[in-house]
């Protein structure tokens, strides 16, 4: 609430800021343009700006220099939708507002006083109020203002402080409303703080009234009065005088066809001693409202709700004797008043039920019915005598009453809950009650819990907790008194919800009559059973109108003790992969137990998992079969299957995360496409799996390491051939601008029909140019009588196999794959026996490709070549005739020649 003074000050301080800046000319300029061409003076119109102290009613009010005096000047001068900013002072004067506009004070802090004049008019007069807002589309806001009487004099000097009418729509916010009384406080029934509307007058108004301090009131402080009356009264604090002799006061009237609802306020200080007549921190009558959510503390009634209909949920209520100094007093009451306990209203119009209740009975019939919800409330006393929590009278007025009671707390009073009928006297009427439920409520520590006189009806009082586990009265518990049930009862007064209320655990009920059994069925679609899969199945209900679960894994459920009726089954937290079968509603009757069944389908999905094979060139071999198995929800341990290539099929499966894997198979290089993968319900994931063909790994035995002496050039005696186009440098081989082939010369220099090579590739700084391995060179002079080259080519990054022969014009291209290889690689060959040759990177194979029968069965020499390769550098050459260990029956058959031909493209021989 003290955010409203703070805008309003900071408001006011850069008006002042924006003047002293402006300087005395400006001052000047503006009082010399304050007058039109005929001397008068230029009125406000959007802003008009008041000064209690230094202001002038005959300035424009157009800016704080030219304030006017009084807020009436402003708000008369002020056009339509404008706003009139009343400084800090005090303002002795009334305000009648026609029009709709803003009024904003300084603040709440008591800066801005509209004090109440001595002169005005007696409270009997429509016009005694400090400010009124009349007129039909008049829409008015009242902030920031203390608004204060008192009245001059003993009796009747002051109606209201603020008085909505006519039809107005108010915005009061941020006030102060105080001491709107006679001086002093006398126990005449005038001086209401907020008058909203009024009855008697026939005149209507509407208002939203919020975050008030409303005290020092005579009567009232707030009425809502009259047909198409209506308030929303939130967060305020309305303060009565407290245990008083001097007059019965209501903090809220609602009355006379008026509505409200009322939520958020703090309501206290309203019991009158002598107990002849009540006062009422809520009176509702012959009205509707509702409450939420507010703060009742020591009224002597806290609502009373009389001849109308109303929901109150969630407030809290306290009231004691010593605190109310009554020898009764009461938290909420719903009833046409008897005789004794009669309401002290302000201003209603005749005929209305707090007139002689015996005039009133004559030839009444119960024609109406009026409903009152009492919710979710927290009522608590001391325990003292005389205090009554919750009460509702039948048989006192011409209505019937529907009254219900839930989830409230109801503690410590010398009566609990009283349900009375007008027992059989003159000034009863016929009517009564349509309904009384009393449900769901915690009534403990109470001199009796609950009393009912009613003999025609039965009070239902089930489900309740009163106190003790053995139910009402048993030792610990309260006592019931009168024709009620209170069958079954709730054996446990723990509260589920942290929230105002009672919320009960409905699982905890004594004395239920019949049971439910529901058969869980699940239905896995063909798919294997997965531990721990469970699931929730709820019933709805008398005896559970918020729901029941149990947990299921395919079990039996039983529901005991639960009361007869019809309950609805249904499945919660099944999840999309299951569909749920529930069953229509069930009827549990005494007896035998009901039967129900729900199923649980799932919405099973699969793996496909698609398996290709790459020989990478090398003839297929029959009877290589690989294992691809699939691990997850459905298989926990693996389920595997074995393939020679195309679609596996994995299910049906519980939706979920699975893993496809694949048996390590000597020579092959398995490659997944995505080895976990998410099966969602009723869909079917697909799997790429790719083996590719590696063979056995490269064994090439070591020749030369070059660990030896640098030279100008020549590699040394171990090598023959262009030796002169290398020279060995910190160990390694390095190429020169015109280096050219050179072979192995350390006997033996021949080697077999299956033949190996290998080299290590050099450092970054010396890779580039093509590194090709020699194999089954037929002449060191002359390469054309028949040579395969092994190369790689660091500019297109592509392993080559190529081969030339006696009567061949060109190099013939076997063999070209894209591969990258990296410096200290180490690139490998073999030439077999059948004439095909495989290409292996760091001794696995990448690729293989036939040659020619001009290389079947026939062996030669091995050597290397750094072709156009400059400055680069290789290490550690090895070879020889192929290792045992190497020799595999997959890729040593040789196709026919003309297929062989058909994949060679064949180089000019310059290129070389």
């Given at each position: ?41 230029e ?19 157009a800016?704080p ?17 404008g ?10 004067e009334?305000?009648?507002?026609t029009k ?19 002169d005005i008019?007696h ?40 008085f909505?009418?006519?039809?107005a ?31 008697s007058?026939?005149?209507?108004g509407?208002?939203?009234i919020?975050?008030n301090?409303i ?8 009425t ?24 019965a ?51 002597q009634v ?9 929901v109150?949920?969630g ?11 009554s ?11 008897p ?12 005929s209305?039920?707090?007139q002689?209740?015996e ?6 019939a ?43 707390i109801?503690?410590n009073?010398f ?15 016929d ?6 439920t ?27 907790w ?15 008194v ?5 069958t079954?009862?709730?054996c446990d007064g ?6 105002i ?7 905890a009920?004594?004395d ?8 869980h ?17 709820c ?26 009726g ?22 549990v ?16 999905g699969a ?22 198995c ?23 499966l519980?939706?979920?995360e ?15 496409e995505?080895?976990t993968v998410?099966?969602?319900p ?36 171990d090598?023959?051939g ?39 590739l050099?450092p ?7 590194f090709?391995?020699?194999?089954k060179?037929q002449?060191i002079?002359d390469?054309?009588?028949g ?11 592509q392993?080559?196999?190529?081969t ?15 591969e ?10 073999r ?19 036939p ?5 079947t069965?026939?062996g ?7 072709f156009?390769?400059?400055g ?10 192929t ?9 040593d ?8 031909q058909?994949?060679?493209i ?5 290129q070389?």
């Amino acid at each position: 609430m003290a955010l409203h003074g703070v805008s309003h000050r900071l408001l006011w301080s850069l008006l002042l800021l924006t003047l002293l800046f402006a300087g005395v000319a400006a001052r000047a300029q503006a009082i010399s343009l304050s007058f039109d061409a005929s001397g008068k003076v230029e009125q406000c119109t959007t802003a008009c700006f008041v000064d209690a102290v230094n202001g002038d009613d005959a300035n424009s009010g157009a800016t704080p220099a030219a304030a006017k005096r009084t807020i009436q000047a402003a708000v008369d001068a002020v056009q339509p939708g404008g706003e009139v900013y009343a400084s800090p002072g005090v303002y002795v004067e009334q305000v009648v507002i026609t029009k709709s506009l803003r009024l904003l004070g300084a603040g709440k802090a008591t800066e801005t006083w509209l004090q109440a004049p001595g002169d005005i008019p007696h409270a009997e007069s429509p016009d005694s109020a400090i400010i009124t807002i009349a007129g039909a589309d008049v829409k008015a806001e009242v902030t920031g203002l203390t608004i204060a009487g008192p009245g001059p004099s003993v009796c009747g000097s002051i109606g209201a402080g603020v008085f909505v009418r006519d039809g107005a729509h108010a915005d009061i916010h941020g006030n102060i409303v105080r001491d709107i009384r006679d001086q002093p406080m006398s126990g005449c029934h005038y001086g209401v703080a907020i008058q909203v509307g009024r009855s008697s007058l026939d005149s209507a108004g509407v208002a939203t009234i919020r975050e008030n301090e409303i005290l020092g009131y005579q009567k009232n402080g707030i009425t809502v009065s009259g047909v198409g009356s209506h308030a929303l009264i939130e967060a305020n604090m309305i303060r009565g005088a407290g245990p008083t002799e001097i007059i019965a006061q209501n903090g809220v009237q609602v009355s006379d066809g008026a509505s409200a609802m009322l939520k958020g306020n703090t309501i206290t200080g309203h019991a009158f001693s002598p107990l002849e007549t009540t006062s009422s921190g809520l009176l509702v009558l012959n009205a509707d409202a509702d409450t939420v959510g507010n703060t009742f503390v020591e009224n002597q009634v806290s609502i009373y709700h009389i001849d109308g209909d109303g929901v109150h949920d969630g407030n809290r209520v306290r009231a004691t004797k010593a605190g109310v100094h009554s020898h009764a007093f009461w938290g909420i009451v719903a009833d046409d008043p008897p005789p004794w306990r009669l309401p002290s209203p302000f201003d209603i119009q005749p005929s209305k039920p707090t007139q002689d209740a015996e005039d009133a009975a004559v030839g009444a019939a119960s024609a109406n019915i009026k409903t009152i919800r009492v919710i979710n409330n927290e009522l608590e006393s001391d325990g003292s005598m005389g205090g009554f929590a919750l009460e509702a009278d039948g048989g006192y007025g011409q209505k019937d009453i529907d009254f219900t009671a839930t989830n409230n707390i109801v503690r410590n009073w010398f009566h609990g809950v009283v349900i009375f009928q007008c027992p059989n006297e003159p000034y009863c009427t016929d009517a009564g009650f349509a309904n009384v439920t009393v449900r769901l409520n915690s009534i403990t520590g109470n001199g009796i819990g609950l009393y009912s006189n009613a003999d025609e009806f039965t009070v239902d009082s089930t489900l309740n907790w009163w106190g003790a586990p053995g139910g009402p009265n048993t030792p610990g518990a309260d006592t019931i008194v009168g024709n009620v049930n209170a069958t079954p009862w709730l054996c446990d007064g723990a509260d589920t919800d942290s929230a105002i209320g009672f919320q009960p655990n409905l699982s905890a009920v004594c004395d239920g009559f019949g049971d439910l059994t529901v058969t869980h069925i699940l239905d896995w679609s063909g798919a294997p059973p997965v531990d721990g899969q469970r699931f929730k199945v709820c019933i709805s209900g008398p005896s559970y109108p918020s729901n029941n679960c149990q947990t299921t894994a395919g079990d039996t459920l039983t529901w005991s003790n639960i009361l007869v009726g019809d309950y609805t089954v249904a499945a919660s937290e099944a999840g999309p992969e299951w569909a749920v079968t529930p069953p229509d509603v069930v009827s549990v009757r005494e007896g035998a137990p009901a039967q129900a069944t729900v199923t649980h389908t799932l919405r099973a999905g699969a793996v496909a998992v698609l398996k290709t094979v790459n020989w990478q060139g090398t003839p297929p071999v029959d009877d290589i079969d690989f294992e691809i198995c699939v691990s997850g929800p459905s298989y926990p341990s693996a389920r595997c299957q074995n393939t020679r290539g195309g679609e596996l099929a994995f299910g049906p499966l519980m939706p979920g995360e699975y893993t496809v894997s694949e048996t390590t198979k000597q020579g092959w290089l398995a490659t997944i496409e995505t080895p976990t993968v998410a099966v969602a319900p009723s869909q079917t994931v697909r799997v790429s799996v790719e083996n590719r063909y590696i063979g056995p790994m490269l064994a090439c035995p070591l020749l030369d390491n070059f660990n030896r002496a640098n030279t100008n050039s020549g590699l040394g005696g171990d090598w023959t051939g262009a030796t002169n186009t290398y020279r060995i440098i910190n160990h390694q081989v390095e190429a020169l601008t015109t280096a050219s082939t050179v072979f192995w010369n350390r006997t033996p220099f021949l080697f077999g029909p299956d033949q190996v090579a290998c080299v290590q590739l050099a450092p970054a700084n010396r890779f580039n140019g093509h590194f090709a391995l020699i194999l089954k060179a037929q002449n060191i002079n002359d390469y054309s009588n028949g040579m395969i080259l092994v190369s790689y080519n660091t500019a297109t990054q592509q392993a080559l196999v190529e081969t030339i022969e006696p009567g061949q014009t060109g190099w013939a291209v076997r063999l070209a794959i894209a591969e990258t290889f990296a410096a200290g690689d180490v690139l490998g060959a073999r030439a077999s026996a059948t004439g095909w040759v495989f290409v292996y990177r760091n001794n696995v194979l990448i690729g293989a490709a036939p040659t020619s029968h001009f290389f079947t069965n026939r062996g030669g020499r091995i050597g290397f070549w750094l072709f156009e390769s400059g400055g680069a550098r290789i290490d550690d050459f090895g070879g020889g005739a192929t290792p045992s260990s190497m020799v595999s029956a997959a890729g040593d058959a040789l196709p026919d020649v003309e297929e062989a031909q058909s994949r060679t493209i064949y180089l000019p021989a310059v290129q070389r």
